[in-house]
């Protein structure tokens, strides 16, 4: 298995949990309505469903998981509060970089927004730091490791863009009127654009390097001419034209081993262990109890 593989199976996997910390984080901070008697929120012909059925149909198909997370959540901030484990703001950087430069709407869906990416990514150091906190790795091993897979910590030029396409040039000048006068890129992509995969997402593509195979050639040319916020001339594409947005672009970096030696000493530790990285091994220090009784 080659280095980015890797890498976006590690992303890939932190990242299948967004959705649900978002959801009982936002529901810890009262975002999510509260049950009150009988509200009917939904009618079907004579039929109604109330808020109460709602709520317990969540709770009896999420309700466990979505708890256990809550508690692994709650676990890793207070034994990481206990052993002062912290996590730089350099390393978040780092790390949401990294994950930046492999997002790509057109190529798999990634759930979330970067501020669930970088809530996740930080609760997935803390828990690492945690379970390996006892466990040895030498000197060696890490610059053994560092110079056998250089290609881990290294990522390319790329940009965050998304697009329009529509069909004919007329229409793409249309569109460029539009912007011109204040009008959302992203509600006009919702609107008009004949890309489904992207419409429905305001036309993000993701961040996309110069050897992307997801995109026309000629967007690559066409972002080398624009700033940030900056919109595109009509480009002529397969199906019609389309406008492009630069959001940001994302500088390529080599990362040097003194930078990612935690992360190296974090993934020994974490191979030479049994079992899964979870938190739930963390319980028993903490004392925990809940619901739905014994883990």
């Not at 654009?193 to 997402?201: I, M």
């Not at 480009?235 to 389309?242: K, L, N, R, S, T």
Request: proline residues 2%; hydrophobic residues 35%.
């Amino acid at each position: 298995m080659s280095g980015r593989t890797l890498w976006s199976i590690i992303f890939g996997l932190i990242l299948i949990n967004c959705i649900t910390v978002g959801y009982f984080l936002s529901k810890e901070r009262g975002i999510l309505p509260v049950s009150s008697n009988g509200e009917t929120i939904a009618t079907i012909g004579e039929v109604t469903i109330t808020r109460e059925q709602w709520m317990a149909e969540l709770e009896s198909r999420y309700g466990k998981d979505t708890l256990k997370d809550l508690v692994n959540m709650k676990v890793v901030e207070e034994l990481a509060e206990k052993y002062a484990i912290t996590v730089s703001e350099d390393v978040m950087e780092r790390e949401l970089a990294v994950y930046k430069s492999m997002y790509n709407s057109l190529d798999e869906e990634q759930p979330g927004n970067e501020e669930n990416w970088e809530q996740q990514i930080r609760y997935s150091i803390l828990l690492e730091e945690l379970l390996t906190r006892d466990v040895l790795v030498t000197e060696k091993e890490m610059e053994t490791f560092y110079e056998n897979n250089k290609d881990l910590y290294s990522i390319k030029e790329a940009y965050h863009l998304s697009h329009i396409v529509v069909k004919t040039e007329k229409e793409a000048n249309m569109l460029l009127d539009e912007l011109a006068g204040g009008s959302s890129f992203e509600a006009l992509a919702l609107e008009k654009s004949l890309d489904e995969f992207t419409a429905n997402q305001g036309g993000d593509i993701g961040f996309v390097s110069k050897d992307n195979e997801y995109v026309p050639g000629a967007y690559l040319e066409a972002v080398l001419k624009l700033g940030e916020g900056d919109w595109s001339e009509p480009i002529q594409v397969d199906e019609g034209y389309a406008i492009i947005l630069l959001h940001k672009k994302l500088e390529g970096e080599t990362y040097s081993y003194k930078e990612v030696k935690g992360q190296i000493r974090r993934q020994i530790a974490l191979e030479q262990m049994e079992g899964p990285v979870s938190a739930e091994p963390l319980w028993d220090e903490i004392g925990v109890s809940w619901f739905y009784g014994k883990k």
